[in-house]
């Protein structure tokens, strides 16, 4: 019976020590939500592209900037959504939205996001578009997987699969479309499904 309580009382130090240094009221319906987002903004974008007069995008076009604006768009809804649901998980939960380890979740989130944007950035303004999603792929990847450490650490395994795809699509550049359908529309839906079965629905 000691030996019953004693491992007991282990475990729960171990659950109060890992909440208290990682954020894990990230929801997985809005990781859901943002894959949905993608896929509707990118079918919006392939439709005007493949129905311009000239079939495809260059920077000072109207069509560029009107998918610009989806793109934007889209990441302005998936952020608004994931703060929603995920400051609506915590309270429900009764865990703090704005702490220590939201603050390093964020830090190390942002770092690599807003390195690989400047970057790609750089590389547009040189007129290089070939490898634009192969790079939004993989920087996406790895501010995935330098966050996880500080949150629910499933989303490393989401954070490996975009770098892939980016290396992959690096490789055949002309299928970058795709390959940003794959990785932001399907991918959040896949692994989103899996976060809201395993940590959202009580069992």
Do not use: H
């Given at each position: 019976m000691e030996s019953k309580n004693y491992l007991e009382d282990i475990s729960e130090i171990k659950n109060m020590m890992n909440k208290s240094s990682r954020f894990i009221s990230l929801s997985g319906l809005s990781g859901i939500l943002a894959g949905i987002y993608a896929l509707i903004g990118a079918s919006i974008a392939y439709y005007l592209v493949s129905n311009s007069v000239r079939g495809y995008l260059i920077l000072d076009g109207t069509i560029f900037r009107i998918c610009a604006s989806i793109l934007l768009g889209v990441a302005f809804l998936s952020i608004?959504?994931?703060?929603?649901?995920?400051?609506?998980k915590a309270k429900k939960n009764g865990e703090k939205i704005w702490d220590t380890s939201s603050k390093r979740l964020l830090f190390n989130f942002l770092t690599p996001l807003i390195t690989g944007g400047i970057y790609i950035l750089i590389i547009l303004n040189q007129e290089r578009y070939g490898h634009t999603a192969?790079?939004?792929?993989i920087f996406y990847g790895l501010a995935l997987i330098s966050a996880s450490k500080y949150s629910i650490g499933d989303i490393r395994y989401l954070g490996f699969t975009e770098v892939i795809l980016g290396l992959i699509c690096a490789f055949l550049p002309s299928y970058g479309f795709w390959f940003w359908v794959i990785g932001f529309g399907i991918m959040h839906i896949f692994y989103g499904t899996l976060m809201h079965f395993k940590y959202d629905i009580k069992k």
């Open positions: 608004g959504t994931g703060v929603l649901l995920t400051t609506k192969a790079l939004m792929l």
